[in-house]
């Protein structure tokens, strides 16, 4: 009798370091369209994961169903062992997941530092009340001038949010999830729109929040992409087509026909 043949595992799925947020055979119809057909994926700790494809690709929904805000037809999303896509986007938030949006979110008539006050409260005692006067909110104050350094607003701190340029908003939304102190934090599109100095800024400003975390990102800019992911999925068609570091990725031929064309040949 021959020794038991060793399998690969499937694409997506990794060996080696622990697992920090894992989708398992994640399905999500809508009235007969299937937006994701059973992916499986594994994104290591402490690893900045990039999720790219051309649009149309389930990018938005898989990001949608890691984070909560939208529930699987059928498979299972965990993080660190615990399955959370039967939580509220709140209840995954505590448990060290948070996101950012494709979308500005911030409040456009507070300022930059009010912004946080009002994110840190959630994580407080203070009582998660709209009309609670924001010099209560003060006691947080060292809390969000760290975040604020650390994200490189402190000299804006005082500057109403509709006042920052793109590129701001987008440092202030990452900053607004650093207050949920995330283990793993999930950025959407977050260099879309820029222009070469605010994707450097943004970029830099990855590599710092990764440290001590774990980041996935869907990116369209392969620039972006090659320079900060450690690995890189590809979907098409709501489905996993390929996984691996952006060499491996983008050598592959059904990603450089789907989706990197004559990039593949560079």
Request: net charge positive.
């Given at each position: 009798?021959?020794?038991?043949?060793?399998?690969?595992?499937?694409?997506?799925?990794?060996?080696?370091?622990?697992?920090?947020?894992?989708?398992?055979?994640?399905?999500?119809?809508?009235?007969g369209f299937r937006a994701?057909?059973?992916?499986?994926?594994?994104?290591?700790?402490?690893?900045?994961?990039?999720?790219?494809?051309p649009n149309g690709a389930g990018k938005t929904t898989?990001?949608?169903?890691?984070?909560?805000?939208?529930?699987?037809?059928s498979g299972e999303?965990?993080?660190?062992?615990?399955?959370?896509?039967?939580?509220?986007?709140?209840?995954?938030?505590?448990?060290?997941?948070?996101?950012s949006f494709q979308i500005s979110s911030v409040f456009p008539t507070m300022t930059v530092r009010e912004n946080l006050l009002v994110a840190l409260q959630s994580r407080s005692r203070l009582p998660g009340q709209f009309w609670t006067p924001l010099s209560r909110l003060e006691t947080l104050g060292p809390q969000a001038d760290a975040i604020l350094a650390d994200v490189g607003l402190a000299d804006s701190h005082a500057r109403l949010a509709a006042d920052l340029s793109h590129g701001e908003k987008r440092q202030l939304e990452i900053g607004i999830s650093l207050t949920q102190e995330p283990?793993?934090?999930l950025l959407d599109?977050?260099?879309s729109g820029m222009g070469s100095e605010g994707i450097d800024r943004v970029k830099a400003l990855v590599r710092q929040v990764a440290q001590g975390r774990t980041v996935v990102l869907v990116e369209h800019n392969m620039s972006v992409v090659s320079e900060l992911a450690d690995r890189i999925t590809v979907l098409q068609y709501g489905s996993l087509l390929?996984?691996?570091?952006?060499?491996?990725v983008r050598q592959d031929p059904r990603v450089i026909e789907a989706y990197l064309g004559d990039e593949g040949d560079e």
């Open positions: 009798m021959t020794a038991q043949t060793q399998l690969a595992p499937p694409i997506g799925v990794v060996n080696g370091p622990s697992v920090a947020l894992e989708a398992r055979n994640l399905i999500k119809d809508f009235r994701t057909n059973d992916v499986t994926l594994a994104i290591r700790e402490g690893e900045i994961h990039a999720i790219i494809g898989l990001f949608n169903l890691l984070s909560g805000f939208l529930k699987p037809t999303v965990r993080l660190f062992g615990e399955r959370i896509d039967t939580l509220p986007p709140h209840q995954i938030v505590r448990r060290g997941l948070s996101r283990r793993v934090l599109e977050p260099t390929a996984s691996g570091s952006y060499d491996e």
